[in-house]
């Protein structure tokens, strides 16, 4: 079974969840204030009848009614207030949690899952859930007029009541004749939804694209695109209709229902006046319907992502970055997770010691494991057999986090944080230390650091590459890892990285691995490996003048 799919989401309904997620207090005190509200409704309701039916004292009445419209604007005010609150309070709770949770899964995980699943449920679903909360005190308010004015009517006419509960009961078998078809629908618009966000994503990332080929732009948005929004659509609408008709006819139940009453006689006025004041709330809770039942989707739909990065990766408490004596690789395998055999890369088994003052460079084709391995041996990926000995000592689960404290890291994917925030150092001597390195790597004309924010990213590629070494270069680890660092680089600055950089970096004692295909700068490591097609194929060629014992 595919990890993603297999931690169990939580048991229970989705709505009670969601109120579940809520603060006890506040959300008894929403739920009194509306339900006040709702009393409210109904007294004045009872008072009004009572006045048309006659034989109570007027004054009392009036001021009951009166009074019965006061409580209604508070606890209407009062409980719509309190439940926006909570709405507002679960949204920033569910994202909150689920960054949390993506952060802390594992990588290849993450990797797995994709940017836009997480976007989709972190955006529309999560808001879908805090709309449902801030409409809750209508559901409820409406929902207790309903209860109320029926309890009413079996108080003064029982003969009406047992037809209104007829009447609900068939409204109920025919809402229950779609609904579960209208969840399923909801749940397929989700699922299409992430598409569309991964569809999103290539308008940007692929706008450059799109932009120099006009017909590729054409059947990106008309196909891909879409169809994507089409599908969207099509679900969601094939849910909402079902609710729509069974709005319509549970109402139109209700319209014979008062019919007969009226004009079969069946009823005293009073009963006719019940029916026709319950129209409005019924009519809005029928209303609310689709969203509380989209609701439940979304929440489903997070349960499950909740679930998929449910597992945070155990880390031991936090320990600075300490030195190491030497870092091996001893028959390390690891493998690709995919739904069939075919063509699933294996990288090893690979045997390699790194140690600290020692250049290593990493050479291979395009697609040899490169990357892959070095996502192992930083500890991104776990290795699937064989161990990482980290002083002789093998690297468990546990101590993973120890391993990556040891690497500062420029992958060439790399990403670059607008700020400088946890790296160490206090801000003025942090802007200070990264001002140096900036003008070290020759961009103080470009950028500058203030209050640990980096005054732009608008810059080149080889630029951005630079800016990801100054922070490889605070971060200060004791194992410096680089894929196709130098790539982007002008000819000058390239000789400048392999010629004085590496060189300053051996020579404080740090270890380099680069992955590189400048074959003009091998002479510059201490060892040169080879990857083929995931394995090791040439020995070590062992530099005799810097070898370490
Ligand atoms: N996320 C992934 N999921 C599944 N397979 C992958 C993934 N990333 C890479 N691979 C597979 O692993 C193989 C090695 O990829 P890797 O990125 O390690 O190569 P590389 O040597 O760094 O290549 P390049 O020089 O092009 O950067 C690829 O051929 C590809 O089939």
Redesign the pocket.
Known sequence: MHPETSAAPPQGHALLRILAQCPRRHLVLALAASLAAAAAGIGMVASANEMLVGGHDPRWLTMGFAAAALLGLAGRIGGGLLFARLGEGVLLDLRRTLAARVAGAEF?RV??LGAARVQSVMTDDAARVADFLVAFPNIVMNATIVAGCLAYLAWTSLAAFGLALATILGGSAVFSLGHARALKEFDRAGSAQDELFSHFDGLFSGAKELKLNRERQDAFLRLSLERSIEEVRAHRLRGLRIYVVGAGIALFLVHALIGVLTFGTVAATGSIVVFLYLMMPLDALLNNLPNAQQARVSMGRIDRLMAAVAAPEPVLARSPATGFRELRLDHVRHR???DSED???T?GPIDLTFRPGEVVILI????????????VLTGLYQPDSGAILLDGVPVTELDRDRLRRLFSAVF?DFHLFPTLDGLSGPGASLDAEANALIAKLELAHKVSVTGGVLSTRALSQGQRKRLALVVAYLEDRPFYLF??WAADQDPLFREVFYRRLLPELRARGKAVLA?S?DDRYFDVADRCVK?EN?RLVAAEIERPSRAHA
């Open positions: 290849a990797e797995r690709y997770f995919r063509g699933v890369f990288l291979g084709g395009n697609g040899s494991g490169k990357t892959t391995l070095a996502k060439s894929d196709e992955i295909h990857l995931g």
